[in-house]
């Protein structure tokens, strides 16, 4: 299964590299908002290449394939919300990733709340 989120850039953060066992490295991250009555802000990670590729700008609208992965570190968890792909605009068509059959994306909606909802 596939996930994706859309939504507007609201902030690109700083940049972060360093040296590993496999050699050089890069990341970025940048805040998402999702659309809706209680918009959500979600911290998405982009490495290598993937960075220059995309070009995440501050201000559009975009959707973002992701995959979600936790792990634990000293007793606490971290989790991890890596970007694969980003196209420009709201991608809700139904359109399917590349190596993927239409329907079998998983589209996070945080906007789909009746207005007795929380907002949590």
Same mark, same amino acid.
Do not use: H
């Given at each position: 299964?596939?996930?994706?989120?859309?939504?507007? #850039?609201?902030?690109?953060?700083?940049?972060?590299?360093?040296?590993?066992?496999?050699?050089?490295?890069?990341?970025?991250?940048?805040?998402?908002?999702?659309?809706?009555?209680?918009?959500?802000?979600?911290?998405?990670?982009?490495?290598? +290449?993937?960075?220059?590729?995309?070009?995440?700008? $501050?201000?559009?609208?975009?959707?973002?394939?992701?995959?979600?992965?936790?792990?634990?570190?000293?007793?606490?968890?971290?989790? @991890? #919300?890596?970007?694969?792909?980003? +196209?420009?605009?709201?991608?809700?068509?139904?359109?399917?990733? +590349?190596?993927?059959?239409?329907? @079998? $994306?998983?589209?996070?909606?945080?906007?789909?709340? @009746?207005? @007795?909802?929380?907002?949590?």
């Amino acid at each position: 299964m596939d996930l994706k989120i859309s939504g507007k #850039v609201k902030e690109i953060l700083e940049m972060q590299s360093g040296e590993g066992k496999n050699g050089p490295w890069k990341k970025q991250d940048f805040i998402l908002e999702t659309p809706g009555k209680f918009p959500r802000l979600v911290c998405i990670t982009q490495w290598g +290449e993937q960075i220059d590729k995309n070009n995440v700008q $501050e201000g559009e609208t975009l959707t973002a394939w992701i995959d979600i992965q936790s792990r634990e570190y000293k007793g606490r968890w971290y989790t @991890d #919300v890596k970007a694969w792909k980003v +196209e420009r605009g709201d991608s809700s068509s139904g359109a399917a990733p +590349e190596g993927g059959m239409p329907g @079998d $994306e998983k589209v996070i909606d945080f906007g789909a709340y @009746d207005d @007795d909802d929380p907002p949590f």
